[in-house]
Each structure stands twice: as C-alpha cells, then as structure tokens.
C-alpha cells in the first residue's frame, strides 16, 4: 500500500507543490512559498500543511498527514473468521500508538480494513484486534480524522454516530 513505501518512492507518486500561505504568521510567511500540497496522483488525495514557516517542516508534515489520509481511503478485504493480529501491533497494547510513529498509517488500515469487515461494528473489529470495544473507541476518538471518518460511513449504512462519555 502507498502509505508503507519509503518517503523518495510515495514521492515519485505524488505532485508536491509550494505555495504562499495567508493568514497569520508575519512577512517571512507572507513573502515565501512555504506552505505545501502534496497530492497522491493515482488517488488524487491530497495533504496540505501551513502552520510552519519552513517548507523543509511543512513537507514533513504534509506527507505524514498523506500517509494518514492514505490509510483511511484504501482498503482490502478481510476476513474476520481467520484474522490474526500482525505481529507488529504486539507491543501496542490498547491500540495505544504515537501519532508520529512510522507504523501508525498500518494501524488505521488495519483498523478501518476490520471495521468495513465487520460493517463499521465496533466489538467484532475489536474482538479482531484482541483488544476492548473501549480500546478500539478511545484508538478512534484520539484523532478526530479517525472519529469523523467512521461516524460518516457509520451514517451512510444508517447506523448511529459511536458516542464518547469520558
């Protein structure tokens, strides 16, 4: 999947274009192009990152967001009756993972391929995962890209919003 390949070779797939940010940030955010948009040519999707005055940092950030995008879009198949976690999520427990870690793009996948497997039900993705249906909740509701995203499909197959009472 893209979000797995090294940054030179999603790079080669992707359209990076600088541009001058507006809103806030003095004459050094105003006079250069530093804001960036990268976008996946094959899916068309798209990151965008302005808050730094560094292009060098915006990037960075714009292609990790891509990355994250990425992995909420494309999906494969599953099959919830053979499942095994990937080695990988082991030390992870509670789906307890840094945004800014390089395996986080793999756990969405891996999160939203179990979900779309399970007709966006928690407990059986959960039970997948081998983990709480309180686990894989506070996993989603910790990005609000993630919550936003499955309360949408949830919506569209008419099923209620999940709900957070921390």
């Not at 891996?110 to 249906?133: R, T």
Request: include cysteine; glycine fraction near 4%; aromatic fraction near 6%.
């Amino acid at each position: 999947m893209p979000w797995e390949l090294p940054d030179d070779k999603l790079l080669a797939d992707c359209r990076v274009e600088s541009f001058v940010s507006s809103g806030p940030g003095g004459q050094k955010r105003h006079k250069t192009n530093a804001a960036v948009r990268i976008t996946h040519l094959p899916t068309k999707i798209h990151a965008i990152e302005t808050e730094s005055r560094s292009n060098r940092e915006n990037k960075i950030h714009a292609l990790r967001d891509l990355r994250h995008k990425l992995a909420m879009e494309l999906r494969r198949d599953v099959d919830l009756t053979i499942y095994q976690p990937p080695p990988w999520l082991s030390p992870y427990e509670g789906l307890k993972m840094n945004a800014k870690n390089l395996l986080y793009p793999a756990l969405i996948s891996e999160v939203f391929d179990l979900l779309k497997a399970a007709h966006w039900n928690i407990a059986p993705a959960a039970a997948a995962l081998a983990v709480s249906s309180s686990a894989l909740t506070r996993f989603l509701h910790a990005d609000p890209h993630l919550w936003a995203k499955v309360n949408h499909l949830r919506s569209g197959l008419g099923l209620p919003p999940l709900k957070w009472d921390r």
